[in-house]
């Protein structure tokens, strides 16, 4: 009965329960977002009301960073799939075209446009340190996909070229790399990007005769990206006949000798239960206890800082967990003053959450 999508998100957060329907509840989270100290006055938001405004809240701290996400510039809503499918990528993923666009599975914008924000209210916080100035900022959804377009060279494509990406399987775009089948039934990706990817991948796989003849019958030059990808379809028959007679274990064994940069098809499951790198061996992971789920693996942030000890990862709170706490943190609320929020029906605790108690 609990969201592993919520709990996942929003782990190392503390949270707060408020009617925001009532006068009361608006106004407490104006006195919240506005609160004094070097630290508060920063919002992010993707509540466009005019209670909540960047204006209506610098009226009480003129330092006031804001930062609101919206679906389209024009303050329409949109979500990450019905912006994805007027990028263009569902007509160039997998087997994908126009009669018959295959969406991706990763929410790349929802992804891309929190880091985004992220990034953007970090730099507004430094800026405001050394002038003293906030700042309001907006975020559209869209904008994040659709400038990507712009940084990927894919408008140019469209605009200069009147060319559209091909859609192409598994192949990459521009360079060598596919996925392989091997004798044992895995499935692996091979990537051969860089000049040097490319040598350590024909030396690995001993087939400098092989592609040397390959590239003399089509009168290429395997040392620039551009041909072998030309050339991709004679060079993914060659490393597919070497693959497929080996099992994905010996291919390893060789890979990991010869510096090729490859990977494995996995499952989550099968993820979880076989790769180091997704483990508590790891330190960005940890093993924690989250309320109304149980004990399990949990990531905390994947950003190491060297000399400076990670903290521990607090899972994610029951809603209203810490209402008390911030109003008598941030607000410096009595006792009386909170009791008399929960009396009015203004704010709640974590007995409201179905869940508490479980954990």
Partial sequence: GRSLYWTGLNK?????????????????????????GENGGVLLTNIGVPWLSHAALAAQRPDLISCTIEGNPDGSTAVDYTVNCATGFPSMTGGGCESAPVNHVLPAWDIACAYQAAFAVTAAA??????????????ALSDVAFTMLSHLGMLAQAELLDQERPSLGNHLYGAFGRDFATSDGAR?????????????????????????????????????????????????????????SRTSFHIAD????NNVCWGRYQTVRQTLATDLRVSASNPVFERVETAGIGHHLAAGTSVRIAGVPRGRIEPAPLLGQHTDQILMDVLRLDAAAVGKLHDAGVVAGPSRDPLAGTG
Avoid: N
């Fill in 188 to 244: 692996i990706f091979v990537a051969a990007i860089s000049l040097g990817q490319w040598k350590c991948l024909v030396k690995a796989c001993q087939l400098e005769a092989q592609i040397g003849a390959l590239a003399s019958s089509m009168g290429l030059d395997f040392a620039k990206e551009g041909e072998r990808y030309e050339a991709r379809e004679g060079i993914a028959a060659l490393v597919e006949g070497w693959c497929s």
């Fill in 126 to 139: 430094a800026h405001r340190q050394a002038t003293g100035k906030g700042a309001e900022l907006r975020l």
């Fill in 12 to 36: 190392g957060k503390r949270s707060i329960a408020i009617d925001i329907r009532s006068p009361q509840g608006q106004e407490l989270v104006r006195a919240l977002v506005t609160a004094p």
């Fill in 254 to 257: 060789i890979f990991k000798a």
